[in-house]
Nanobody, 127 residues
Framework: VQLQASGGGLVQGGGSLRLSCAASGRAFDEYAMAWFRQAPGKEREFVAVINWSWSRGTTYYADSVKGRFTIARDNAKNTAYLQMNSLKSEDTAVYYC???????????????????WGQGTLVTVSS
């Protein structure tokens, strides 16, 4: 599976952005799709994940984004999305999409638990 993230940019605090992650390859619906982010000088951290075949659309979020971000997927388009609302300066980071073959449980929030990675897209939130 190859992943291509897009949709990043500069936005004012309180604004919104939608990131997209286009996947190539077969059996997209068998992969759990996730978003991670990495701020300057910090480790890559989990943002959200969505299952499909293994657990019908189950989603999990980091506490820091819960209620503001929404993860979704369109299996017909082989694309996952991250809708980000009420953005804060602390959301500034490079956002990466990732895929895992199979179920993602609530505790699967580590980078080593995901098999495929996109190249990242930069989100900058101005205060």
């Amino acid at each position: 599976v190859q992943l291509q993230a897009s949709g990043g940019g500069l936005v004012q605090g309180g604004g919104s952005l939608r990131l997209s992650c286009a996947a190539s390859g077969r059996a997209f619906d068998e992969y759990a799709m996730a978003w991670f982010r990495q701020a300057p000088g910090k480790e890559r951290e989990f943002v959200a994940v969505i299952n499909w075949s293994w657990s019908r659309g189950t989603t999990y979020y980091a506490d820091s984004v819960k209620g503001r971000f929404t993860i979704a997927r369109d299996n017909a388009k082989n694309t996952a999305y991250l809708q980000m609302n009420s953005l804060k300066s602390e959301d500034t980071a490079v956002y990466y999409c990732a895929a895992r073959n199979g179920l993602a449980t609530q505790t699967m929030r580590n980078t080593y638990q995901y098999d495929y990675w996109g190249q990242g897209t930069l989100v900058t939130v101005s205060s």
